[in-house]
């Protein structure tokens, strides 16, 4: 069944089409395309658009895109609209360490990005707007382990640059890389492994310490 779009990018602007559109596919987000001045359907709850072409959108919510930026802030901020959530109780970014980095974003359950980085500079610095975008009650980063190194580099990173209300946990990976299918184990990609990290409670790590939350 084919998913209906809540958010629209009209725009005749070359540049600032490729990107937005190049973001929500990157996320797998259904979205409508527009000529701007065109009908838009009663289903669409946020339209995004350039500044030039904003006299020529008939809509309630519109957000202005800036070529120059990171086009994650506006989708961020679409997703936010179409979902009714300025504020998410819970946000959980999960990592699956490798030669291909996956990140998964989830808030309060609901998939907002799923991505492969093919650095770690690159996958940190997602995550460091992912949570500067989605304003949080509580906020966790979970970390597969199955590449031990590479896990405790990436933790270390984040540890020195984040706030201490931001929770790091480590996660044994043990069945978040394949999806058993009719008796069948299917591989998994890096952000698809990453979305079953997010969701699988792990080991907190605090200042360089691992706490065990299962046995408190």
């Known amino acids: ?12 602007s070359g540049k600032a089409y490729y990107k937005l559109v190049n973001e929500l596919k990157g996320r797998n987000i259904p979205f409508l395309s527009l000529v701007p001045g065109e009908p838009i359907p009663q289903s669409i709850g946020v339209v995004l658009t350039t500044e030039s072409e904003k006299p020529l959108i008939n809509h309630q ?35 699956d360490p490798g030669k291909t980095l996956g990140v998964a974003v989830l808030a309060d359950g609901k998939i907002l990005r799923r991505e492969e980085f093919s650095s770690m500079e690159k996958a ?27 896990a405790e580099e990436i933790a270390h990173r984040l540890e020195v ?18 999806l058993k299918n009719m008796g069948f184990k ?24 691992l706490i065990d939350e299962t046995k408190r």
Do not use: H, Q
């Open 1 to 12: 069944m084919k998913v209906r779009a809540k958010i629209a990018v009209a725009t005749v």
């Open 61 to 95: 919510r519109v957000l202005i895109y800036n070529v120059e930026e990171d086009p994650s802030n506006i989708i961020d901020e679409a997703l936010r609209i179409i979902t009714s959530k300025n504020f998410y109780e819970e946000l959980i970014i999960g990592v």
């Open 124 to 150: 940190i610095d997602t995550i460091f707007i992912e949570l500067k975008n989605n304003p949080s009650k509580i906020r966790k980063i979970r970390i597969g382990k199955g590449v031990p190194d590479l």
């Open 161 to 178: 640059s984040l706030p201490e209300e931001v929770i790091i946990e480590m996660v044994d990976e043990a069945g978040t890389s394949s």
């Open 186 to 209: 299917k591989k998994l990609s890096n952000a698809d492994s990453a979305i079953k990290i997010a969701s699988k409670k792990g080991v907190k790590r605090s200042k360089g310490a």
